[in-house]
């Protein structure tokens, strides 16, 4: 019974590069979280995803940020032209619904840095 | 706008003394309730949950946790802590916009570190 797989564990990327990060949520979980995790900082919701469905994006950065959740395949967030203030560690968390009532799963992170 | 708050940014204590971190919430409605541990390079690991019903829950690892409305607190209370609970601790709350989004809210967290 695995839990959260993320992918990336570290990733490293220049300035300008984009960077994609990949989330496969448990086994019979179909709601997807992605958060971010700045030092020195608690995690920050960035956008609730369902299959082949954004749900809130309101934590997104308007520009360079985008998430997907397709039909088949784990969940993707991109970051386009990354820039420093983007290193951060990457967490994705699955539930088996999205209300707030249930506890969410997190999965290792992605520690994406910036050079 | 909801938040949670935890005050004490990190805290020391010696192996076997007792632990309490604290939390506080601002939320309108009913709120659901987690804590949350990380070790350093980890991701999140779920220590406990409040709901609904009984305000004392009982966790993982030997942890519990007392809502208390009144002072709007959750904080999270070990007897004896063992070395081995070095970690950083999140409290959250589950947002709920009038649907069911159920976004997590994280405090800063409270790093423990444990004396030998």
């Known amino acids: 019974n695995a839990g959260v797989m993320q992918n990336p564990r570290h990733l490293v990327r220049r300035r300008g590069q984009e960077a994609r990060l990949r989330c496969s949520p448990m086994k019979g979980h179909s709601h997807v979280y992605w958060y971010r995790q700045l030092p020195e900082e608690g995690l920050k919701f960035m956008v609730y995803l369902q299959k082949e469905n954004i749900i809130d994006e309101s934590g997104m950065p308007k520009e360079r940020f985008s998430a997907e959740f397709p039909k088949e395949g784990p969940s993707i967030l991109r970051i386009q032209q990354v820039v420093r203030g983007d290193s951060a560690a990457y967490f994705c968390a699955s539930s088996p619904q999205g209300v707030a009532s249930y506890e969410q799963y997190f999965g290792p992170g992605t520690r994406l840095t910036v050079t | ?116």
């Open chain 2, 1 to 116: 706008a909801q938040s949670v708050t935890q005050p004490d940014i990190h805290i020391t204590v010696s192996e076997g003394a007792s632990l309490e971190l604290r939390c506080n919430y601002s939320y309108g409605a009913t709120p659901y309730l987690f804590w949350y541990v990380q070790s350093p390079g980890q991701g999140l690991q779920l220590l406990l949950k409040y709901f609904s019903g009984d305000t004392l829950v009982q966790g993982i690892k030997g942890f519990e946790a007392e809502f208390k409305r009144s002072q709007s607190s959750f904080n999270l209370r070990k007897p004896s802590v063992h070395w081995s609970d070095a970690a950083e601790y999140f409290c959250a709350v589950g947002a709920e916009y009038g649907g069911s989004q159920g976004n997590l809210i994280f405090g800063k967290g409270t790093k423990l570190s444990v004396k030998p």
